[in-house]
């Protein structure tokens, strides 16, 4: 394990999470199980594959799972700096989003890595992990990292800026029109590499 690395053992040290309904998950024995209110789902294949954190937006608005990052987890010049330079941030998030029926076999095929440029490294982190589907990683560095030509590489794999995730008026949204479909969010603040 590198150092800094977070296993979901360490989940709770790490974050806050809220959910104000049970939800089901399939555990590493490939059982389904229903996890109480309030404690993250960490999902897993009908074999023990594991497929990460699963978010779901609940049955009705304001059921979704919620986590939040500490800030201290974070280093001290990414959130406490005033220069807004001093707080660029590369924030890596490797992400299955809900799949489409017809994706519903093929787990592999629908991850994403992608790479987004933020002076709000926290609030980013929060807003990508309240997006539905399965989280299977999530880190930042401080600053930019090179853009070389629409993807940027860390830790040996190559992972794409994403220019469809953008801060509009202070909601994330998913570039699916020109200003985006709104997400729920508490307003991160995204930069297109």
């Not at 989940?11 to 024995?29: I, L, P, Q």
């Not at 229903?34 to 294949?45: N, S």
Request: net charge negative.
């Amino acid at each position: 394990m590198a150092d800094g690395d977070l296993t979901p053992a360490d989940f709770g040290v790490a974050f806050t999470f809220a959910r104000s309904e049970a939800g089901n998950f399939t555990d590493a024995g490939g059982i389904l199980q229903l996890a109480p209110i309030d404690v993250p789902r960490f999902d897993h294949a009908d074999d023990g594959t594991p497929r990460g954190l699963l978010v779901t937006p609940g049955s009705d608005l304001g059921r979704q799972d919620r986590t939040a990052i500490d800030p201290l987890m974070l280093p001290l010049d990414l959130v406490a700096g005033t220069d807004p330079a001093a707080r660029e941030a590369t924030v890596f998030h490797c992400f299955r989003p809900e799949p489409t029926p017809e994706a519903a076999d093929a787990f592999d095929a629908g991850i994403q890595r992608r790479a987004l440029y933020s002076r709000d490294a926290a609030r980013t982190i929060d807003a990508l992990l309240r997006q539905p589907g399965h989280h299977l990683a999530i880190g930042v560095v401080a600053g930019f990292r090179p853009n070389l030509g629409g993807f940027t590489r860390f830790r040996g794999q190559q992972w794409i800026l994403t220019g469809k995730l953008a801060a509009v008026g202070g909601v994330l949204g998913d570039g699916s029109s020109v200003e985006g479909r709104a997400l729920i969010t508490c307003g991160a603040e995204v930069i297109d590499g």
